[in-house]
């Protein structure tokens, strides 16, 4: 059956479809949980897989600036010539 674009988020996340909401890389979350900065996670099996409330307040927490505001993606700087 197809997915309906309108179909609920899932309750959680694999490390592969938890590193492309997040825009990281596999073994970029694999250092952050190693210096315990990682989102939490559970292991289902063989699996880990992260919760969705979890991984959705970590990625909120990752884009908090000081000011409380979100952080806009940083543009990509062009090298002076």
Do not use: H
Request: net charge positive; charged share 20%; proline share 11%.
């Amino acid at each position: 059956m197809p997915e309906d674009s309108t179909s609920p988020l899932p309750i959680a996340y694999t490390v592969g479809q938890f590193c492309k909401a997040a825009q990281i890389s596999r073994s970029t979350l694999y250092k952050l949980w190693a210096s315990g900065e990682g989102p939490p996670r559970c292991e289902l099996g063989r699996k880990l897989i992260i919760p969705r409330d979890e991984a959705i307040n970590w990625i909120q927490r990752k884009a908090v600036v000081p000011n409380g505001t979100i952080s806009p993606a940083e543009p990509k700087s062009e090298s002076a010539s």
